[in-house]
């Protein structure tokens, strides 16, 4: 037999998968209250809301619609600031506390001060940011 008919051994063997996990993130789905501060862009746009919920390890970022591109962009500083509280083991709660203390190194947006207050539900916060303006104030 040639070379040329020979079946490479490459495409014989059994590949070996390994699952890699990602970087470490807050659950996604909270079943109680939810806490939550509001994010404006530097411009007074509401961008988005970071919430929170201790009891089931899960916060996460709700974004309103009709967002401009540059504004949805903004939204990626504080999916950062997730993962990072995430890998630091903060509890959900504290990673809002700290946004609420300092966010001066996130350019172009900020916590409206003052916006820290509560959802009766992660779909109440959902339904508020669907409607692209604030349940308090």
Known sequence: MSSENRPNPRFEEDMQFKRIAGPPRYNRVAQGPVQYVRVAADSGV???????????????????????????????????????????????????????????????????PGSLTEAPTLDALKELASKGRPLHG
């Open 46 to 112: 509401l961008i988005g809301y970071v919430w929170a919920n201790d009891e089931d390890e899960a916060a996460g970022w709700v974004t309103p619609p009709g967002l401009s591109a540059a504004e949805i962009n903004a939204g990626a500083a504080w999916l950062r600031k997730l993962r990072d509280a995430k890998s630091r083991g903060l509890a959900p709660t504290a990673l809002l506390a700290e946004l609420v203390r300092d966010t001066g190194d996130i350019k172009g947006s900020r916590v409206v």
